[in-house]
């Protein structure tokens, strides 16, 4: 019991922190002209893409800045932004979703990053034997880290362009971290700083309470009617949404009857990528006036399913999405 309160004491703390200190934008757009609701874009224009942060946008100097790598080392030294920039690039499709976004939830976009492999870079300058992991600084005070398995296996990128230009100020420009198949509170904005370490990681979110080291589950949201919808007796009703996980997408199914039957949900547009949404579409109608509850469920390529119910919180939550149907 005792155990059972402190647990619920600190989401109470955490959510109450979140709400002060997170600016949250959720600008994913589904567009409506009359009945005909409209996909976002497949990949989420940068005015568009979700933000989250836990004050202003950092004031950062194209000229003057430098990343300054320290720590366990052989050759600590500093980067410029072209110098970055001149690094060997490689792109990368990715979708990110924000730990705290809700079952049916928008804080999920996706975007194509251009930038370099840390570790290759952290190589270059002699890791020292003992180093276990890195430390990101961010300008506006955020910090996160990652184990070195983790920047090897993964190839986490530093990104210094977002589809196709250099990263808007909001979307932390000039350096952001990408690391695939994690939530965006392990891809820290406006970075300034990496320290190579050899102690336990350190993250700005993990220190108030939440968990922030699993990776994103297979997930999947509804886009399109929100939240809940009207029909006549047999009448169609288009729903739409995106699937996504640490790696591709199988399959997507909806269920009208609490799960004991389930139909496929036909993926309309995905791309040869890990780590990136897909889109489906539907068409029910119903023959029985009443209430329904419309439930969706994705599967990856592992065989790995979305679960019913994420009661964890604080580490991402991939319950499945619902749609309230209202048949008259």
Do not use: C
């Given at each position: 019991m005792e155990k059972d309160l402190r647990i619920l004491a600190g989401f109470i703390i955490a959510m109450i922190v979140v709400s002060v200190l997170l600016v949250v934008t959720h600008p994913l757009s589904i567009e409506q002209t009359d009945d005909s609701w409209e996909f976002p874009d497949f990949i989420t224009k940068n005015e568009d893409y979700f933000v989250t942060r836990i004050g202003g946008v950092p004031n950062i100097n194209r000229d003057s800045y430098q990343l300054e790598i320290t720590g366990l080392v052989d050759n600590p030294t500093s980067f410029s932004l072209d110098e970055l920039q001149a690094l060997n690039l490689t792109e990368l499709p990715l979708t990110v979703e924000c730990i705290g976004n809700s079952k049916n939830g928008k804080l999920v976009s996706t975007a194509v990053w251009k930038g370099?492999?840390?570790?290759?870079?952290?190589?270059?300058?002699?890791?020292?034997?003992?180093?276990?992991?890195?430390?990101?600084?961010?300008?506006?005070?955020?910090?996160?880290?990652?184990?070195?398995?983790?920047?090897?296996?993964?190839?986490?990128?530093?990104?210094?362009?977002?589809?196709?230009?250099?990263?808007?100020?909001?979307?932390?420009?000039?350096?952001?971290?990408?690391?695939?198949?994690?939530?965006?509170?392990?891809?820290?904005?406006?970075?300034?700083?990496?320290?190579?370490?050899?102690?336990?990681?350190?993250?700005?979110?993990?220190?108030?309470?939440?968990?922030t080291s699993p990776p994103i589950d297979i997930d999947s949201k509804i886009f399109f009617p929100d939240g809940s919808a009207s029909i006549s007796v047999d009448q169609d009703l288009r729903i739409g949404g995106c699937a996504f996980g640490g790696t591709r997408v199988k399959l997507v199914e909806y269920t009208i009857d609490d799960g004991a039957t389930w139909t496929n949900a036909p993926i309309i547009q995905q791309i040869d990528a890990d780590n990136v949404w897909v889109f489906w579409e539907i068409n029910v109608s119903v023959s029985n006036v009443g209430q329904i509850t419309l439930q969706v469920r994705a599967t990856d390529i592992n065989d790995n399913q979305q679960i019913r119910t994420d009661s964890s919180y604080l580490d991402g939550t991939s319950s499945w999405p619902q749609l309230i149907i209202n048949v008259t």
């Open positions: 370099f492999n840390v570790y290759d870079l952290l190589e270059s300058l002699g890791i020292q034997v003992t180093a276990t992991g890195v430390r990101y600084t961010a300008a506006d005070g955020y910090y996160a880290s990652h184990t070195l398995d983790q920047l090897e296996s993964n190839g986490v990128l530093g990104a210094v362009y977002m589809n196709g230009v250099e990263i808007p100020p909001v979307q932390g420009f000039p350096l952001r971290i990408l690391n695939p198949g994690y939530y965006g509170v392990k891809q820290p904005a406006w970075v300034i700083g990496i320290e190579v370490i050899d102690r336990p990681l350190e993250d700005y979110w993990e220190d108030r309470g939440w968990d």
